[in-house]
């Protein structure tokens, strides 16, 4: 396999707040990576890295073979890092159809393959996003983000504060993507349906990488030193 994300001993912080201490993880085309830890650890903080919405001050990051460090996040987003933020941030004011267009760009994957994968926003496509229930909307930023024809998806907490069923719909369209070949980073805190979904975990602790390896491998040693669980 090709790896396709690869941070190194990553240090960054907010002014002169240090908040990741030595990040390291690798993800391989076509793998779904979990991202763990308690809340505070550095997860949002180390996608923000990724995604070049964060300067690093420390550490190497490659996406695809490329150094990335010094992109902007515009950039970054060009080379195929689809993030879907924690939060949905849909545009409120423009419509369904206009949240999936506006980022829109060539690729295998299309309004269609959207609808197919989340028919309910078939049924919104005139409504402002606004309008739309949690869980519709984060239907709708996970479809924003695959229209932009990543190489790699970053779900940042995509099931959230959702209902139960709705939160059971947004894993169900997880491992169809994975059926797919998509490769995602994703993170949560639901060991249980992680389980179903990831082939690797990485745990976080006070900013730093402290366990790495394969999902199957993550007993109740780990969840219950790291995770709270």
Not at 9 to 31: M, R
Not at 58 to 70: K, M, P, Q, S, Y
Not at 136 to 146: F, H, N, P, S, V
Request: positive net charge.
């Amino acid at each position: 396999m090709t790896t396709l994300l690869d941070l190194k001993d990553i240090t960054a912080g907010y002014g002169p707040v240090q908040a990741l201490f030595g990040v390291t993880l690798a993800l391989e085309e076509g793998e779904v990576l979990a991202l763990m830890g308690r809340n505070g650890m550095g997860k949002t903080t180390t996608v923000r890295v990724i995604m070049r919405m964060l300067p690093l001050s420390g550490g190497t990051l490659f996406f695809g073979g490329r150094d990335i460090a010094r992109l902007s996040s515009h950039r970054a987003a060009q080379a195929g890092l689809g993030l879907v933020p924690e939060g949905r941030r849909c545009f409120a004011q423009l419509t369904v159809a206009e949240n999936l267009s506006v980022a829109a760009r060539p690729g295998d994957w299309t309004l269609q393959r959207v609808l197919d994968l989340f028919p309910r926003l078939g049924e919104r496509m005139g409504q402002a996003a606004r309008t739309l229930s949690g869980g519709e909307q984060q239907m709708l930023a996970i479809g924003r983000a695959l229209l932009t024809n990543p190489r790699l998806l970053i779900l940042d907490e995509a099931t959230e504060g959702l209902a139960p069923v709705v939160r059971a719909e947004i894993w169900a369209a997880i491992r169809a993507l994975k059926g797919q070949g998509v490769s995602i980073l994703v993170i949560d805190k639901s060991l249980k349906e992680l389980s179903g979904v990831a082939d690797r975990a990485v745990v976080l602790e006070r900013g730093a990488s402290v366990w790495s390896g394969r999902m199957a491998r993550l007993g109740e040693d780990i969840a219950g030193r790291y995770l709270g669980v």
